[in-house]
């Protein structure tokens, strides 16, 4: 193995940034929600990486790989309706419009 | 003797006073009129052989014939409030001379007014007085209440009841409600007494914390089995000692005991208007005038003598204390005398005769000592108190009887009615040369006692005295000659000319001046005296007291009184302009005399200024804005604090990230710094 | 549990509760509520009968009835019941006053059903308190005696009620506060190093192990956090508020009967169970209690609300109920158990009718009315009782109980302790004052407003609620000595020196 984690590390980390960059940069809650699905699949590829490396034997990294992707896909189908019906309501999707959830 | 009579005596006053005041509005006037006149008309009877038998048994209970020497009973004594195992408030019955004397004068003026209330409480085309039942009932209470004072055996049973005969007053001076200045009369009577007692109160809690006791006869005497009323000098000095060591501290110069003493006497001072607790009495006039000449003449207003003689064993311990009291009553009397010169509305120049007589009571008992003729002073005031109540309950209810057909207080509404109303005439004069002190009648001989006991101690207020006994014969005239003589009595428009009124309120007027006639004939120097013993230990009658007078101090207090009345007579008798010249010639003197001294306005700028002004709006206010703004600005800061902080929960789903991300960071920091 | 009678002193309320619930229609309402304070009444009554005969047969136990049933084990947290005299006193009061205060209220509107719910569950609350000798169960009554006040206020009140139901809710939930860390702060003394600890007051008091250090800290905190129930200087202001804006049968309960566990507290836990630090730091409560005396009748002679002067007065009064209990000795602190039953009753009967009348005139500003004495005699005539029994005439309650302090008071020679006493004693020429104000402006005098003339006199129900507390309060006035004996027995000198005290 000439390839050590740091090569797979690095790029996850940057993503995961660019992740909590975009999530609070970006009005739009498509582009939030994207920036979420950016930093969860980078977390997931650390699962994996992290149980190819340190635990090579053990299968818990995979697994719960593909249980995060499984609640990803619910969260954002839950997230999606959520600001289709923001979006029915105020058409708009700007986050910083829908700031009624206060006090 | 036992029990019945005199608890009957207590019993049934206070019987009618919840049968009237309970069940008054479901009976007539008249029926509770009579109730109350029968009620009022046995207590007398029943007084009457109580006293009586106390007076003249011989019964080995109430007299030492041997000694000659009255004793004091406890006839009945029931535990009402134990504070402690020594201090306790009983209820009961005292039988001793003075407490004979005043069941006699009370029940006999109560009786006198509760009959001559059902003339004076109708108009005259006989309506009864609105709330007459009303009125019995109060008399009723009043009457159970001073008899309840006087028999008192001990100092918080009187305290008990000086509240109750306030308080009765005060329902007696605002009997005519709805008219404001009589309600604020009745509220200033009850203030101000109610200041006194405070005093009174304070007294009695010192004098009873050091002495461990409520009972007058463990505070006056010592020989409880035997009951007897003289002070075994023994006792006294125990008592006197126990102020005197160290357990009792002095407070600013003045031992405990006088302090306990003077503060006593405050309570005298309020209920009988002296100086300068005196202003509630003129205003007090504002009740009916039966209830002026049964409370604010005769009985209630003497209750602060009854209360020194009480005690006076006690006081004689303080001479200092005697001395307050010789001094404020002397210049009460003066005063009183100088006022009541001036005033127009004839109860007040009456209420103003009052209080001087009440400080010729005090004065008499300020300057009664042991030594001199077997203290003449005490038994000059108890018996100027008998004759005083006699003559000025009968000054009053012919004044009621004026007042009645006239309809007006002022002597300028009235002038020349001695042919209208010759029996009110000639009992009122009787009345007047009664309290002038004019043999025979009954006022010359107890003011000459008074007089003689004054001389035995100092001539200063002996002289000083003896000029207001004359100021008091040149008011009284002056009244008399103004009211009966003056002018032709003019009848104002559409108004009957007065004339006597009916029995029941001319019948009390003639009882009570035959009284004034002859009560100066008995021989109270074998009745009462400050140790019981007899004066005349050979016997008394009728002319004993005329024996006995100091002839010299009796001629001069009758040449005093002839000089005043004659001035009186040249001054009023007709319309002439001597009494304006006098006006004119003394201005400043008059105008403070009218205005009595201006002590009424002083105590307006005190109350009114000072204590509302000053104290209780301040407190009122601070109460308003720093307790409560205190706690309120509590509530503002935990307020203001929630707002500012709120701005964190901006709604703002990226600004939370932020906070988040920096949350995170920070923590992880300091993690990773700790690992390190 | 339930063969202990005292118990049923909560069961009767939660059933009361029960009935409430399923009731429809006022007069059921009506009928629940007087016959559950009936029963409460002749309940009281009963107790006080068997409490005089067991005591007359020589049982000198300082509580009787005692029971204790385990409730959470871990804590050692019980429901411990037992009376004695005062409690006896305290438990008469509140159910008399509970039965006159559901006549006062008998035409409540709007929610009667609602209303009757949440005063009987405050009921519950003080019944519950008077009865406890367990600290948390005592705790606990007495929440559940302050929190329906929210409500009660908040609901039926008047005028600025939303305020002053707060300012009275968090003042009062502010001292629980207080009480609580006290509380918990005497659990954990309770009992010496190695024996289990315990709630129940009769074996903290046996044990008597809390060292100085620590009463120092836990007196001040039990006596404040009851203080304020008692409405003691500075912590009095939720007091006139609150009673203003109540409805009268609240005021009546409140100034009544709450305002007595305030002083019930401070003696049963405070003092009885930290008689040391209560002889240490009495002075500081004394200067404060001294104050309220006064203050509260100064304050009283200026206001024009009919309820802000009797709360003001209550201030007054209660003042001096705290005042007695600090003079640690027998006959000041019967007299502050007096002057609780005087206060509650003649509070209660004036509160009672302020509700009457202002249900006719509409207004309590006593510049806007006058004259009454010609309109409605009835209540006037109560009104002046009431007065003459708040200014201390002999007779009628006020006098007795004054008396008894001021005689208890006057037992410490101290220089100190005199002047507060001559202090204290002033306030009754000042309450002649505010009550001869009140009485000559508003009762007497001619009629203010000629509108007022129409206005009818007391109904029946009305009769009965003020008839039953002038009888009470003339009850207590003139046969005194019944209650005193009642009372003074744990006061007595015995009981003290168990506790250390003189």
């Known amino acids: 193995m000439d390839i050590s984690m740091i090569y797979y590390l690095v790029p996850t980390l940057v993503m995961f940034c660019c992740g909590i960059y975009g999530f609070i940069t970006r009005k739009n809650m498509i582009a939030m929600l994207i920036s979420i699905e950016l930093m969860l699949n980078a977390v997931d590829i650390n699962f994996v990486i992290f149980n190819r490396y340190l635990f090579p034997g053990q299968l818990e990294g995979m697994m719960f790989t593909l249980f995060a992707i499984a609640i990803a896909a619910a969260e954002t189908a839950l997230a999606i309706a959520i600001i289709i019906n923001l979006f029915r309501a105020h058409k708009n999707i700007d986050v910083s419009d829908i700031t009624k959830m206060k006090f | ?676 | 549990m339930f063969s202990n009678i005292l118990i049923y002193f909560v069961v009767i309320p939660v059933v009361m509760l029960g009935a409430l619930a399923l009731c429809r229609g006022m007069k059921a309402i009506r009928a629940v509520a007087v016959t559950g304070s009936l029963a409460l009444l002749g309940l009281s009554i009963w107790v006080l009968c068997d409490y005089l005969e067991m005591r007359a047969a020589g049982n000198n136990a300082p509580m009787l009835f005692t029971g204790s049933w385990s409730w959470f084990a871990p804590l050692n947290i019980n429901l411990a019941v037992g009376v004695d005299g005062i409690s006896i006193a305290m438990l008469i009061l509140s159910s008399v006053i509970l039965l006159t205060g559901s006549f006062a209220s008998w035409k409540i509107n709007p929610l009667p059903k609602e209303f009757f719910l949440w005063l009987v569950l405050l009921s519950t609350g003080v019944f519950g308190f008077f009865i406890s000798i367990d600290l948390f169960t005592m705790f606990m009554f007495y929440e559940v005696a302050l929190i329906p006040m929210y409500l009660l206020i908040g609901v039926w009140g008047s005028g600025n009620k939303n305020y002053s139901a707060m300012k009275l809710t968090l003042m009062l939930m502010g001292g629980s506060a207080f009480l609580m860390l006290g509380l918990i702060g005497i659990y954990y003394h309770s009992a010496p190093e190695g024996t289990p600890l315990t709630w129940n007051i009769l074996e903290i008091a046996q044990n008597s192990s809390i060292d100085m250090g620590w009463q120092y800290f836990l007196f001040p905190m039990t006596f404040v956090g009851f203080g304020v129930l008692g409405a003691m200087f500075p912590f009095h202001t939720w007091s006139p508020d609150g009673h203003a804006s109540a409805p009268t049968a609240v005021s009546m309960l409140h100034a009544g009967v709450l305002m007595k566990l305030g002083g019930y507290g401070c003696f049963r836990v405070a003092i009885y169970l930290m008689p040391e630090a209560a002889a240490e730091l009495a002075w500081i409560f004394l200067i404060l209690t001294g104050i309220s005396v006064v203050y509260g009748a100064f304050s009283a002679c200026v206001q024009t609300d009919l309820k802000y002067i009797n709360a003001y007065s209550s201030v007054s009064h209660c003042g001096l109920v705290l005042f007695a209990i600090l003079m640690l000795n027998t006959t000041a602190m019967t007299g502050a158990v007096m002057q609780m039953l005087s206060h509650g009753l003649m509070t209660a009967l004036f509160f009672a009718l302020i509700g009457m009348i202002y249900g006719r005139t509409h207004t309590r500003d006593i510049t806007k009315m006058g004259g009454l004495m010609q309109i409605m005699p009835y209540l006037a005539v109560c009104y002046v009782i009431a007065g003459m029994a708040s200014l201390g005439l002999p007779g009628l309650s006020g006098f007795v109980a004054e008396m008894t302090i001021f005689v208890g008071s006057f037992e410490h020679a101290d220089m100190f302790h005199r002047v507060f006493t001559i202090v204290a004693c002033c306030s009754i020429v000042i309450t002649a004052v505010y009550i001869l104000r009140v009485v000559g402006k508003l009762l007497f005098g001619p009629v203010y407003d000629e509108h007022h003339r129409t206005l009818t006199d007391a109904e029946w129900w009305e009769r009965t609620s003020t008839i039953a507390l002038i009888v009470c309060v003339a009850a207590i006035g003139c046969f005194p000595n019944f209650f005193v004996d009642l009372i003074k027995f744990t006061f007595s000198p015995d009981i003290f020196a168990v506790l250390g005290m003189k």
């Open chain 2, 1 to 676: 003797m036992s029990i019945t009579l005199p608890l009957l005596i207590l019993v049934i006053p206070l019987f009618m006073f919840l049968l009237l005041g309970l069940a008054g509005n479901k009976m007539s006037p008249r029926l509770s009129g009579i109730l109350g006149c029968l009620g009022m008309g046995t207590t007398m009877v029943l007084a009457y052989i109580v006293s009586f038998t106390y007076f003249f048994s011989g019964n080995p209970d109430f007299v030492d014939a041997e000694a000659h020497t009255r004793l004091q009973w406890v006839v009945f004594n029931v535990d009402w409030l134990s504070f402690t195992d020594s201090l306790v408030i009983r209820l009961g019955f005292l039988l001793d001379p003075i407490a004979a004397l005043l069941l006699v004068v009370i029940t006999t003026i109560s009786f006198m007014v509760h009959l001559y209330s059902m003339g004076y409480m109708r108009d005259h085309h006989g309506v009864w007085e609105k709330g007459f039942q009303r009125f019995y009932a109060f008399l009723s209470l009043f009457s159970f209440s001073m008899l309840g004072l006087v028999v008192a055996t001990n100092i918080f049973q009187m305290y008990i009841f000086w509240e109750l005969v306030g308080a009765s007053s005060y329902l007696l001076i605002g009997f005519y409600y709805p008219k404001p200045s009589a309600v604020l009369a009745a509220k200033k009577a009850f203030i101000v007494t109610r200041f006194a007692d405070l005093g009174f109160l304070i007294g009695i809690l010192a004098l009873s914390y050091y002495t461990g006791t409520f009972n007058f006869m463990d505070l006056t005497s010592s020989q409880l089995v035997s009951g007897a009323y003289h002070v075994n000098l023994e006792t006294a000095e125990n008592i006197k000692n126990i102020f005197a060591t160290s357990a009792a501290p002095t407070f600013m110069g003045a031992s405990v005991l006088t302090w306990a003493l003077v503060l006593i006497f405050m309570g005298g001072m309020g209920k009988s208007a002296m100086m300068p607790l005196h202003i509630w009495l003129p205003d007090a006039m504002e009740g009916p005038t039966p209830v002026s000449a049964l409370i604010h003449a005769a009985t209630m207003v003497v209750a602060g003598v009854y209360l020194v003689a009480r005690l006076f064993p006690l006081y004689l311990m303080e001479e200092a204390s005697l001395e307050i009291i010789t001094v404020v009553g002397a210049i009460t009397a003066f005063y009183a005398a100088m006022v009541a010169c001036t005033q127009i509305d004839i109860k007040r120049v009456l209420a103003f005769s009052t209080i001087s007589q009440i400080a010729f009571m005090m004065v008499s008992l300020g300057v009664a000592r042991p030594e001199f003729h077997h203290g003449i002073g005490y038994m000059a005031s108890m018996f100027h108190l008998f004759t005083h109540a006699m003559f000025k309950a009968l000054l009053f209810l012919c004044a009621g009887a004026l007042i009645h057909a006239i309809g007006s207080n002022d002597y300028t509404d009235m002038h020349g009615l001695r042919k209208h109303m010759p029996v009110t005439h000639i009992t009122f004069l009787i009345g007047c040369l009664a309290i002038a002190g004019i043999i025979p009648f009954a006022g010359f001989f107890s003011k000459d006692e008074i007089l003689t006991a004054t001389m035995g101690h100092s001539t200063f207020w002996y002289i000083w005295m003896s000029a207001v006994a004359g100021l008091t014969a040149f008011y009284m005239f002056r009244l008399y000659y103004l009211i009966f003589w003056w002018k032709e009595h003019k009848v104002r428009e559409g108004h009957h000319a007065p004339h006597d009124q009916p029995w029941t309120m001319t019948l009390p007027l003639v009882i009570l001046a035959a009284i004034s006639c002859v009560a100066g004939f008995v021989p109270m120097g074998n009745l009462v005296t400050w140790n019981g013993h007899e004066m005349f230990p050979e016997g008394a009658s009728f002319i004993t007291n005329l024996k006995a007078l100091d002839w010299t101090v009796a001629s001069i207090s009758l040449a005093v009184a002839i000089i005043a009345i004659i001035l009186a007579t040249v001054m009023y008798r007709k319309e002439n302009p001597l009494p304006a010249k006098m006006k004119q010639a003394l201005p400043a003197l008059w105008d403070w005399c009218y205005h009595r001294f201006y002590w009424d306005e002083l105590y307006m700028f005190i109350t009114k200024s000072i204590i509302f002004q000053r104290v209780c709006k301040p407190i009122a206010w601070f109460d308003r804005h720093i307790i409560d703004g205190t706690m309120d600005g509590f509530a503002l800061v935990t307020n203001k604090l929630s707002y500012a902080i709120r701005g964190f929960q901006s709604g703002n789903t990226q600004t939370y990230v932020w906070w988040y991300l920096i949350g995170v960071l920070a923590l992880g920091g300091i993690t990773i710094l700790c690992l390190l």
